[in-house]
């Protein structure tokens, strides 16, 4: 066995207990994702061949890897602190996804219910819509998590992989703000393109 391989078997079985943070993060966002809902996932997927459910819930898969992925974005640690911090952060990128999706059904598609159309009338247009938002939202977590706001004089020191745990607050408030302000831009881009097409969006999702 060569030394690169043997240095790559090393790397893989260290790397371990963040895969699987990540992937029963990625369970976890399924099953909170199930509970928050009306009906059941397994039952659309399976029993009614839902096909709108189907697109938008392997977008939002798509969207909660990019999310979670985001978490180390700036490297990784191997101290319990750094699991811990990751860990949190997981939590907090499911419950973005969420709300993200809350923001779609209140502002960004306003004019019809959601679930109405993807369950009751298995509407694939407006599951491609809500599962793309949720590939938007992912992506816009994944970007805060990433961004390192100078909380001292500069320095030409690397930024931690992540925040110290003292910092978990501020941390936390910075990845929020960016979250609300790609949620807005989000919302004003959708805004704006209703407004320059000469059709009814709303109409076109719907049909």
Not at 56 to 81: C, D, H, K, N, P
Not at 167 to 193: C, E, R
Request: overall charge neutral; some cysteine.
């Amino acid at each position: 066995m060569t030394e690169a391989l043997r240095n790559n078997i090393v790397s893989i079985i260290d790397h371990i207990p963040f895969f699987l943070i990540l992937f029963g993060s990625l369970l976890l966002g399924k099953f909170f994702y199930d509970r928050t809902t009306k009906f059941s996932f397994d039952h659309e997927l399976t029993h009614r061949d839902n096909r709108a459910f189907g697109a938008q819930f392997s977008l939002y898969l798509v969207g909660l890897m990019f999310a979670i992925g985001g978490t180390m974005s700036r490297g990784v640690e191997f101290t319990f602190g750094f699991l811990l911090v990751l860990v949190l952060f997981c939590l907090l990128a499911l419950a973005l996804m969420r709300v993200g999706i809350w923001v779609v059904d209140r502002f960004i598609l306003p004019e019809f219910s959601i679930d109405k159309e993807v369950i009751r009338d298995r509407n694939v247009g407006t599951g491609l819509v809500v599962g793309g938002c949720c590939v938007a939202t992912g992506l816009i977590i994944s970007a805060a998590f990433a961004i390192d706001v100078p909380k001292g004089p500069p320095t030409d020191a690397p930024a931690p992989p992540v925040p110290p745990i003292s910092l978990m607050g501020s941390a936390i408030v910075d990845t929020l703000l960016y979250f609300i302000v790609g949620q807005f831009i989000l919302w004003a881009g959708s805004k704006f393109y209703k407004w320059i097409c000469e059709v009814d969006v709303h109409h076109v999702i719907e049909k």
